[in-house]
């Protein structure tokens, strides 16, 4: 058996399982921004990616499964009650995920999310954000329930085999993987063995909400885009002007680009690129035929911090304005660098 945790900078923990006989694979918890990397180690491995699945749908980081999904071809997999629309296979308690020549046996074991699961391997169990090294997955987000944890816990989970290697899907401090043994004597939150001990406990935690909690539920319960995906997106379609650049540009005597500020009309009137003209990113669409009627003018559009105004030269060009193009940059960078502004509102159509 080939197996790799692939540990993010944030502490996200993925895991390849890949059958060396057949070179059949398995990613289990694949992170959106680390899709690279997981085609990367399957080719060097040698492996073919057969399968995707998700312990849980995850509320702190965005899912790889339906990105890999497009990209590969291959089914996703997760339980029957979670709610991504993109699922293949939906799978219950006690069934079992064949790899090649290697069996993944699977464990429904609610509590941190209604659909969580662990997945059981011989020497080792994934165990999501079920169990965690030196701690459990939280109960205090959507559909986690504290009395459903101590059940999957003290009745299922830590019932298996003591000598089972502890693999979970978040390790924030780089910890050594434990048996589960080690975690049922060490693990502060397994020592509440009594059930109202537990939930009160779990129910006492004071834990600050993930970050981008909303737009993660958003995306790994309906299969949508990320923001950073749409920018990412947007930016494969167009070219983009230095800073530097367009000071050359405006300080020559025929600057050769229109300049588009896609900002607001409050933002733009307290500084902006000199020569700009204002055509807020909502309007884009309805006001650019008037502000620009020649469609093979050259535009150099920028925002704040550089990503709308990718979105908006990408929208442009998708219009028939092959010219558009991106500021890599923005206004609070124009500042930072010590170029010029003009102040004052956007003249009147």
Known sequence: MYFEAIRSDRGCVSHLVGCQKTCA????????????????????????????????????HFSGVRELRQQLGVPSIMHRSSPAPFVDIHVEDGETIIVGDLRLKLLHTPGHTRDSMCVVLPDRVLTGDTLLLGGTGRTDLPTGDPNALYDS????????????????????????????AEQKKSNPRLQATERAAFVELMNSLD??????????????????????????????????????????RIEAPEPGVRILDVRERE????????????????????????????????????CEFGKISTIAAAT??????????????????????????????????
């Not at 399968?51 to 995850?58: A, G, I, K, Q």
């Not at 807020?280 to 535009?299: A, C, N, Y």
């Open 267 to 302: 933002a733009y009137a307290t500084g902006h690129v000199p020569g700009a003209l204002n055509v807020p990113r909502g309007q884009l669409e309805l006001l650019v035929d008037s502000v620009f009627p020649d469609p093979t003018v050259r535009i150099v559009a920028y």
């Open 207 to 248: 834990l600050a909400m993930p970050d981008h909690l909303t737009e993660a539920l958003r995306t790994n319960c309906t299969g949508g885009k990320t923001v950073a995906q749409i920018i990412q997106e947007a930016a494969e379609h167009v070219s983009f002007m230095s800073l530097d650049e367009l000071h050359r």
């Open 153 to 180: 816990l003290f009745h299922q989970l830590l019932r298996l085999d003591d000598s089972l290697l502890v693999y979970p899907g978040h390790n924030y401090k780089g910890r050594r993987p434990t048996t589960l």
């Open 316 to 349: 442009l060009r998708e219009m028939g304005f092959s010219g558009a193009i991106a500021l890599d940059g923005g206004m609070r960078a124009w500042k930072e660098a010590g170029h010029q502004l003009e102040i004052g509102p956007p003249p009147k159509p």
């Open 25 to 60: 694979a398995i990613v289990v918890d694949p992170l959106l921004d680390q899709i690279d990397r997981y085609l990367a180690l399957t080719a060097s491995h040698g492996l073919r990616i057969r399968y995707l699945f998700d312990t849980h749908t995850h509320a702190d």
